[in-house]
């Protein structure tokens, strides 16, 4: 089925280690996103990507890169976790052009102890 | 800059009556609107958007939102709550000429049986 999928959905880590979120999407959308999602905070945008070859800061990017790998490869990396980063994470894509608003993986659940 | 507020936390409405679930916005320009619902240990699936003409708009599962742009108000509705609803709704927006959404923190919605 098309959509976007991301890899792993549960991951615990300690404090200080490094990991790397994996999302690909195959609708050929210009456009992708990471959010998190904390309890009474909604989703919060951490980097996005209008292009294949760029990427841009959203509300709380310390802490995390990102890489756009090419049109359908999206990556969040950690570099050295920390408990505050424990968080639900979901990468999203979307067509500028088409004002269709997003589709939405099925989220990774990150655990930093 | 853009931003969205979701008054409630919570909403409970029994079954079978009507619900409404509040969303108010600012932006500087104008608005692109949307819902999205989250059931439990799922990513966010699109219910509908306002881009432009008729301020009633019509969605999936039965969902209606009016854009009131003099009270920038996207309130969702629904004549006749299933239990089956009850769900974690966001609200969005996003400025014209901009890639980003913005989410609201979200309202929890609890139908009664």
């Known amino acids: 089925n098309a959509g976007v999928t991301q890899t792993p959905k549960f991951q615990v880590l300690k404090t200080g280690q490094s990991m790397t979120l994996q999302c690909a999407q195959d609708?050929?959308?210009?456009?992708m996103y990471w959010y998190r999602q904390d309890p009474g905070m909604g989703l919060r945008l951490i980097y996005y990507?209008?292009?294949?070859?760029?990427?841009d800061k959203g509300e709380v990017p310390n802490g995390y890169n990102v890489s756009r790998l090419n049109k359908r490869e999206f990556s969040l990396r950690l570099e050295s976790a920390a408990p505050s980063q424990t968080s639900v994470y979901f990468c999203?894509?979307?067509?500028?052009?088409?004002?269709?608003?997003?589709?939405f993986g099925s989220g990774t659940r990150l655990t930093v102890v | 800059a853009q931003s969205v507020a979701q008054p409630e936390d919570q909403v409970n409405v029994a079954e079978g009556n009507p619900l409404t679930v509040k969303c108010t916005y600012s932006?500087?320009?104008?608005?692109?609107l949307f819902w999205y619902v989250q059931y439990p240990n799922r990513g966010l699936q699109f219910l509908l958007k306002?881009?432009?003409?008729?301020?009633l708009v019509k969605g999936s599962y039965g969902f209606e939102a009016e854009f009131n742009k003099s009270q920038t108000s996207f309130h969702l509705k629904k004549p006749s709550a299933l239990v089956s609803d009850s769900a974690l709704y966001f609200c969005?927006?996003?400025?014209?000429?901009?890639?980003?959404?913005?989410f609201g923190k979200g309202t929890r919605l609890h139908i009664l049986p």
């Open positions: 999203a894509s979307s067509e500028f052009s088409d004002v269709g608003g997003y589709t």
């Open positions: 609708m050929n959308h210009n456009s």
């Open positions: 990507s209008a292009s294949e070859g760029t990427t």
């Open positions: 932006v500087s320009g104008n608005p692109y």
């Open positions: 306002y881009i432009t003409g008729d301020n």
């Open positions: 969005a927006v996003r400025d014209k000429g901009d890639d980003k959404i913005i």
